[in-house]
């Protein structure tokens, strides 16, 4: 959740209509350098902040109401929503730093671009950083448009809203891609369809989140990252795998993945407890920085959002959201 500055991803199509639409204006995106904090082994530093609690609903509002009015095409109530001066990180890599007026060129081209646009609400809390003293909005939803090609596309993403004088400052956007034949549709009995009423949870459901990351980031601890695991796994990965599984065969599959990497360093930016009460669930929400090289020396950089249901202590399931920081 803190602002780290990656460098701009290759065009996509959606990048190929904001360019359009800035050079058009005469402006361009800023570049940006990654730059990541080395933290000691012994010592666990979180980035930006590993202290949040609950605040204003207020401050969901504002992300809520940017998101209603991107779907019903409103630029106007989506511009009231903006500061004078707005950050995007997209999660295909794209940053953007500008005035209030060059960010509404972007949010009108994606707007063309995703024609019919559907944005379910399966989660939302109002959480503040108590050591920055920043506020957020945090998001899970999932975008359903067609291209002006005709092309049908469905994305689930986590979004992080700094709310600064009741305007969004900064969004921050993971993406996970759903698995194949996946199909979200609303919920009707309720505005979002897992849960928009979460509370403080202990702090010590985060260990076994800890505790697996760092055994992960060490290929010759992958059987101590095991322990951290309930007897049976749900993992849905950024890129629309998704495995449900014994813990040994989830091991047999993370030794698989991660077998060929010389080095693994995983830097957390932020994390937090949550419990949702009205669904009776303990979740730990991650912000991590992972840098990973092969045995060629290829190295590869995603920031990642995980977001860990615990059982009893034990890690019954992660989603995992990804936002690219180099060219592929």
């Not at 959606?14 to 800035?22: E, Q, T």
């Not at 109530?77 to 004078?84: C, G, L, R």
């Not at 891609?177 to 459901?205: C, H, M, Q, R, W």
């Not at 290829?298 to 249901?309: K, Q």
């Amino acid at each position: 959740m803190h602002q780290p500055k990656p460098i701009p991803m290759k065009n996509t199509l959606f990048m190929a209509i904001i360019m359009a639409f800035l050079y058009s204006c005469g402006g361009a995106p800023k570049e940006y350098n990654v730059v990541v904090e080395v933290i000691p082994d012994d010592v666990q530093k979180f980035i930006y902040s590993a202290s949040f609690k609950p605040t204003n609903w207020a401050i969901y509002d504002v992300c809520r109401k940017f998101m209603d009015a991107l779907e019903s095409g409103d630029l106007a109530a989506v511009e009231s929503t903006f500061a004078d001066s707005v950050s995007l990180y997209l999660a295909d890599g794209s940053v953007f730093d500008s005035t209030k007026d060059s960010i509404m060129v972007i949010a009108a081209g994606y707007m063309d671009m995703a024609q019919n646009l559907n944005i379910t609400h399966h989660a939302g809390m109002s959480m503040r950083s108590t050591d920055m003293k920043h506020d957020w909005a945090l998001a899970w939803i999932t975008e359903s448009y067609t291209t002006p090609e005709g092309v049908e596309e469905q994305i689930a993403f986590q979004e992080n809203y700094l709310i600064e004088s009741g305007k969004i400052r900064t969004i921050r956007q993971y993406a996970l891609t759903l698995p194949a034949g996946v199909v979200i549709e609303d919920s009707p009995d309720s505005e979002f369809t897992y849960s928009g009423s979460f509370e403080k949870a202990d702090e010590s459901l985060r260990e076994p989140v800890l505790g697996w990351n760092n055994a992960i980031s060490t290929p010759t601890d992958f059987d101590e990252a095991a322990q951290y695991l309930a007897d049976s796994v749900t993992i849905y990965l950024m890129d629309g795998s998704m495995f449900n599984a014994s813990k040994d065969s989830i091991m047999s599959l993370v030794n698989v993945m991660l077998g060929d990497f010389t080095s693994i360093d995983v830097q957390f930016d932020a994390i937090t407890t949550v419990h949702s009460k009205d669904q009776n669930q303990d979740w730990v929400l991650s912000w991590t920085n992972e840098t990973m090289v092969n045995a060629a020396g290829e190295e590869e950089n995603v920031l990642v959002h995980e977001d860990y249901l615990i059982e009893d202590g034990k890690i019954r399931m992660v989603r995992q959201f990804g936002m690219k920081t180099s060219p592929e």
